[in-house]
């Protein structure tokens, strides 16, 4: 880690530029009194000895000197060696309102810088706490992750703004959850009240003018006073309001006006911020000019519990003036022996030129034979590269207006932002096909490499983007702030398929090469977040298959019992239908049994009524035989 140990003495390197104002006023002024003698031309043959260059360069070591002077004077020092410590502190997040209302001028110069101030100096006040910022209007996002270091955190406050978020309004439930959110522990299993019991004390300080537009705020504040976080509040602003000034596209200062043309009055809602304090168990004040009330608050955080907080800091510092000042004692130095009048060295040197001019002529001319090819082989990638670049720039400027039109709600707008981001799609086409041709002869060119995986990234092209940073990233021989560089976005490009595990990874790595990069570790953060809402909907989804596969065997039991069921059902109603069946036919057969003896008796008896017909004629025949035989007479 790099810092100056005097800081306020990098101040004096405001005298170099007024001293090179004032050394071009003289040469100036020279200039034109030298003129007043006769023509120039003629002057400078009479000052032939005289050298313009050699007073100039005189000048630019002298400069060069004293800032390096400066510079060791203000102690240059590297971080050596790193030591875990502990200490006690509290965890305060700050939530900053950022709405238009707070460009409102009843503070001076308004609301918003005031608040900035006094942020500032609260900052200055903090022993062992650690800080994290989130800004909110009609949205809230987190500015600064929670940390120990104050001078991130004043950079960050310094930056703040009303333009960091378009959506207007004063959603202070949103903000109050986000905070509140970003303070607790990562791991789910940890939200327990024993668990957060034994956590540092964690305060919400939420600076605002209180006009909420949503109801929901004081129910967030009595859910996250369960979590063991206080809430506190302090009001900015005047009760009897003030309006809104804005500046319009000419730069003219007017004050904000509704849809019927009537000047839009601020008040400070200081009902909403003493119920959001009191249901926070936190307090309120009432912010002026002179009293923020960060003192107030400051007090009550004293007095609350305070955790030991492990963390890692550069513990030793070794100063390194010494290197700065030798390079401006050796610049002095070679400043003395120079004149202002023209060099007898180079006046050696003409002559030994002259007298090996064939000689020189000679090896240039095998140079410029022997490298031809590669030389046009590097002019052809240089200017491959300075194409594309001219063309990613280009698709830049037109992805950002689409951007500025697609935030415009008026329906001309959101017409023509499409088209803008086609003409910046078209674009980024163009610089990809100029940066693969750099990469023709040498592929591993680093910079077109990294311009490469940018074309591909804006493209949507993940991971064929992250190929590239990773190629970069993972080659120890380039330069360590573009292998940092690329390993931020991979990490982004990572993010984008969702692969949040690899991104922690690589924004790790990136931080060790460049500790200091806040935007990574705020990108890191956010993937560990992301990460964990993963695991969590894959956990859910495990779980929800795990229940649909036993609903599902559960089912094919439930169908397989009522086939069975239905198979022995159908298997009784066959063995039942087959017995009927068999009776049907039992019956018929009886049936059939009972007609055929009927039959066979009706035949019988008619076979014997015509045996007894027969007979009985027979009879009667015999008979009349008998009574017509003659009868024989004896007498």
């Known amino acids: 880690m790099f810092r100056f140990e005097y800081n306020f003495v990098l101040y004096a390197l405001l005298i170099i530029p007024i001293l090179i104002g004032f050394y071009i006023f003289l040469q100036y002024r020279k200039r034109k009194n030298l003129a007043s003698f006769g023509e120039l031309r003629l002057i400078k043959l009479l000052m032939s000895d005289f050298s313009p260059k050699m007073q100039h360069l005189k000048f630019t070591l002298l400069m060069l000197a004293l800032t390096l002077l400066i510079f060791a004077i203000a102690n240059p020092q590297t971080g050596s060696s790193l030591e875990k410590g502990k200490r006690k502190g509290v965890d305060i997040m700050l939530c900053v309102d950022v709405s238009?209302?707070?460009?409102?001028?009843?503070?001076?110069?308004?609301?918003?810088?005031a608040a900035k101030m006094g942020i500032s100096r609260f900052i200055d006040q903090l022993k062992g706490d650690r800080i994290g910022v989130v800004v909110f209007a009609g949205n809230a996002f987190v500015q600064l992750p929670i940390t120990s270091d104050y001078a991130a955190a004043k950079m960050f406050v310094n930056h703040i703004n009303t333009g960091l978020i378009n959506e207007q309004g004063t959603d202070i439930a949103a903000a109050l959850d986000l905070a509140a959110v970003s303070m607790l522990p990562d791991d789910p299993a940890n939200l327990d009240k024993n668990r957060l019991s034994s956590l540092t004390s964690k305060v919400i300080l939420l600076i605002s003018d209180g006009e909420d537009h949503f109801q929901e705020a004081i129910d967030v504040t009595q859910k996250i006073r369960e979590l063991g976080i206080t809430v506190h509040t302090i009001g900015i602003g005047s009760p009897r309001g003030e309006p809104i000034p804005i500046k319009t596209r000419k730069g003219i200062q007017e004050f904000k006006k509704d849809k019927e043309g009537n000047t839009v009055i601020t008040r400070l809602n200081e009902a909403m911020l003493r119920d959001i304090a009191a249901a926070g168990n936190g307090v309120y004040v009432h912010a002026s000019n002179t009293n923020l009330g960060f003192e107030k608050i400051k007090e009550k955080i004293d007095t609350m519990h305070k955790a030991d907080l492990e963390e890692v800091t550069f513990a030793k510092y070794d100063s390194q003036f010494q290197i700065p000042l030798f390079l401006a004692l050796i610049l002095l130095f070679i400043e003395m022996l120079l004149f202002t009048t023209h060099s007898k060295l180079k006046n050696w040197l003409l002559e030994k030129h002259q007298s090996f001019k064939m000689k020189s002529i000679l090896l240039i001319l095998f140079f410029l034979t022997s490298s031809y090819f590669v030389q046009a082989q590097t002019k052809e990638e240089l200017s491959a590269i300075r194409k594309g670049n001219r063309e990613f720039f280009k698709a830049e400027e037109a992805r950002k207006n689409a951007m500025e039109l697609q935030q415009d709600k008026r329906e001309i707008n959101q017409q023509q932002a499409p088209n803008k981001f086609k003409e910046a799609l078209e674009e980024y086409t163009k610089a990809e096909i100029n940066y693969r041709k750099a990469m023709t002869q040498t592929p591993d060119y680093d910079k077109a490499n990294y311009n490469l995986g940018t074309a591909l990234y804006r493209q949507e092209k993940y991971d064929e983007a992250s190929s590239y940073f990773a190629k970069i990233a993972e080659n120890e021989k380039s330069p360590k702030r573009l292998r940092a560089k690329s390993y931020h976005n991979l990490g982004n490009s990572l993010m984008k398929q969702e692969k949040y595990k690899e991104s922690i990874d690589a924004y790790k790595n990136a931080?060790?090469?460049h500790p200091s990069d806040m935007d990574t570790k705020y990108n890191l953060e956010?993937?560990?977040?992301?990460?964990?809402?993963?695991?969590?909907?894959?956990?859910q989804q495990q779980n929800k298959q795990d229940q649909n596969k036993e609903n599902q065997d559960k089912q094919q039991n439930q169908d397989k019992q009522n086939q069975n069921k239905q198979e022995n059902q159908d298997k009784q109603n066959q063995d039942k239908q087959q017995n009927q069946d068999k009776q049907e036919q039992n019956k018929q057969e009886e049936q059939q049994n009972k007609e055929k003896r009927e039959s066979d008796k009706r035949q019988l008896d008619a076979l014997q009524q015509n045996e007894r017909k027969t007979q009985a004629k027979v009879q009667e025949k015999e008979m009349q035989r008998g009574q017509k035989r003659p009868q024989e007479k004896d007498w």
């Open 511 to 513: 931080l060790k090469l």
């Open 100 to 113: 238009n209302s707070m460009l409102a001028e009843d503070m001076k110069p308004n609301r918003m810088e």
């Open 526 to 539: 956010y993937a560990k977040k992301k990460l964990i809402q993963q695991q969590q909907q894959q956990q």
